[in-house]
T-cell receptor, first 111, second 113 residues
Framework: RKEVEQDPGPFNVPEGATVAFNCTYS??????FFWYRQDCRKEPKLLMS???SGNEDGRFTAQLNRASQYISLLIRDSKLSDSATYLC????????????FGAGTRLFVKA | NAGVTQTPKFQVLKTGQSMTLQCAQD?????MSWYRQDPGMGLRLIHY???????DQGEVPNGYNVSRSTTEDFPLRLLSAAPSQTSVYFC????????????FGPGTRLTVL
């Protein structure tokens, strides 16, 4: 089982739709969680951190469910510019300074 | 600030050749890392560094060497290129206290024939 798993998609949604992605992680002692965004053939960029209490930034909401070991990203009122791959990132509690990236979920927002 | 810069942008090697991928950052970040990204596999950590003179292995270190002689630079060396090393390589940096909040370079697309 991969340490971090994501539905690869693609998710095809119309503009204005609400879409949600989940990401599951296998190490229950994982410490930190993040969502990154990656545009086609570009570098990943940090989208938002995921806190136990949840985190909201405009149209984006991130949640953490430690009991079920998953994090989620909700995008409301989707824009064409939201089309990208969304990467889930987890810091395992294995010592060192390592980061585990999920393979990403592709989102296409259509006009 | 230029942020994180990587050179070259593209490279084609023959099996057995060696080369160095360059990475530099001007944000005075302690933490720097190298990843490779392959289709369907996400980014995998190759090596990382928490400061000048300190490096450690990531998930897929075999076939790669790194050194960190200055805070700014973190080159990645391919010792003897193999077709399995065909990939997109990203360098990233961050503050040690928030090392998961990483800033990435634009990447190097490497093809090994």
């Amino acid at each position: 089982r991969k340490e971090v798993e994501q539905d690869p998609g693609p998710f095809n949604v119309p503009e204005g739709a609400t879409v949600a992605f989940n990401c599951t992680y296998s190490n229950s002692a994982s410490q930190s969680f993040f969502w990154y965004r990656q545009d086609c053939r570009k570098e990943p960029k940090l989208l938002m951190s995921v806190y136990s209490s949840g985190n909201e930034d405009g149209r984006f909401t991130a949640q953490l469910n430690r009991a079920s070991q998953y994090i989620s990203l909700l995008i409301r009122d989707s824009k064409l510019s939201d089309s990208a791959t969304y990467l889930c990132v987890v810091t395992p509690n294995t010592g060192g300074f390592k980061t585990i990236f999920g393979a990403g979920t592709r989102l296409f927002v259509k006009a | 600030n230029a942020g994180v810069t990587q050179t070259p942008k593209f490279q084609v090697l023959k099996t057995g050749q060696s080369m160095t991928l360059q990475c530099a950052q001007d944000m005075n970040h302690e933490y720097m890392s190298w990843y490779r990204q392959d289709p369907g596999m996400g980014l995998r950590l190759i090596h990382y560094s928490v400061g000048a003179g300190i490096t450690d292995q990531g998930e897929v270190p075999n076939g790669y060497n790194v050194s960190r002689s200055t805070t700014e630079d973190f080159p990645l060396r391919l010792l003897s290129a193999a077709p399995s090393q065909t990939s997109v390589y990203f360098c990233a940096s961050g503050r040690l206290a928030d090392y998961n909040e990483q800033f990435f370079g634009p990447g190097t697309r490497l093809t090994v024939l």
